[in-house]
């Protein structure tokens, strides 16, 4: 994700794959992907590889056309993220992009100091991992237990760090980018109170980033282990999401059965009815603090440009706090209810 974020650098030509070499200081892209992902690019994301350098410097033109103080990575292999993401539509792509930048700048809380070493406690919790198996997709399962995080040790935001931090070590595979993620959220033991810190402000920048704002496929969410309070928080959630991405939650309740019809049983640890051993959270923890100076490099090509605002290059849409907070207020009878 290393590169010069500078505009004038980058050729005018967007005509034909070899406009690349008149950027040598720019990491030269080599595809990673085997030929049976290459053809599922093709067939799912439009992605023609004798066109691929072609897309990936017309994206570039149009960040420095109209988003010249962007201060984005303008590498190939960074760019190819945000068109896969978007099945190489160029015009939705870079509304990706800017909001990839949007969500970074206008969450300070979040983003701030974001590394590795500094989410070190909510690791060790256990809140987030990802577990060693693919599954038959070829896709990582990406495993959340709220459960496991204690508020008054730190603000939910922490959380929210460990997964961005996740979704950004995930992302860096081209297998990825193609395949998409899994969730597995298991609810068990999660309480009103701990519900609470979850309103609708929070819910609308979380969803706002998976849905809008990061290069990420998610292709299912499963829901285990739900208590009866979780339909009010899905309540709080379910205006922000778009029909296709609700259509991709499954609750699944204590039933393991059903959920094994989405995640074999072979690549689940023994947590959750699998046959790969008890859960465990090292391997995943070890390699993300091992990337620290990777991402302090990679997030180092992300710095908003000192003679600019996030007001002249961020896209409207964020939500109004004040009106969230309001609408937490009216959702609160309904958490009581559900409880």
């Known amino acids: 994700m290393s590169g010069d974020s500078d505009c004038t650098r980058t050729s005018p030509s967007a005509g034909s794959p070899s406009d690349n070499e008149f950027l040598p200081d720019r990491p030269k892209y080599v595809c990673s992907l085997s030929p049976d992902l290459i053809i599922k690019a093709r067939e799912e994301l439009q992605e023609k590889p004798e066109w691929r350098l072609r ?3 017309a994206l570039r033109d149009m960040v420095c056309k109209d988003y010249p103080s962007l201060g984005t990575c303008l590498d190939d292999a960074f760019l190819l993220r945000f068109l896969r993401a978007r099945k190489f539509d160029y015009d939705r792509a870079l509304q990706l992009l800017v909001n990839y930048h949007t969500c970074r700048r206008s969450w300070p809380e979040v983003f701030n100091n974001l590394k590795p070493s500094a989410i070190k406690p909510v690791l060790e919790s256990g809140f987030v ?7 038959p997709e070829g896709r990582h399962i990406v495993c959340i237990r709220p459960d496991r995080w204690t508020p008054s040790n730190y603000p ?6 460990a997964i961005y931090l996740t ?6 595979s081209e297998e990825t ?35 809008d704002g990061f290069p990420i496929r998610i292709k299912a969410v499963n829901i285990i282990n739900e208590p009866r309070i979780f339909k009010g928080i899905f309540a709080i959630i379910k205006p922000f999401l778009k029909e296709k991405i609700a259509n991709r939650f499954f609750l699944h309740g204590c039933d393991l059965n ?6 074999p049983p072979v690549i689940l640890p023994e947590e959750y009815g699998g046959t790969s051993g008890k859960l465990d959270i090292s ?7 091992a990337s620290e100076e990777d991402f ?9 440009p000192c003679d600019s605002s996030p007001h002249d290059i961020l896209v409207s849409g964020d939500a109004d706090e004040k009106q969230c907070d309001d609408s937490l207020r009216g959702m609160k009878p309904q958490l009581y209810y559900c409880y």
């Open 258 to 263: 059903s959920l094994h019809q989405n995640i």
């Open 156 to 161: 939910i935001t922490e959380n929210i760090r």
């Open 167 to 172: 979704l950004e070590k995930l992302i860096q």
């Open 55 to 57: 897309d990936v410097q």
């Open 283 to 289: 391997e995943w923890n070890e390699l993300l603090l």
């Open 129 to 135: 991992t990802v577990l060693p198996r693919l599954d």
């Open 177 to 211: 980018q193609v395949n998409g993620i899994v969730i597995l959220a298991d609810y068990k033991g999660v309480s009103l109170s701990k519900a609470s810190h979850f309103g609708p402000f929070v819910a609308k920048k979380v969803i706002g980033i998976l849905q």
């Open 296 to 304: 302090l490099h990679d997030f180092s090509q992300l710095d908003l």
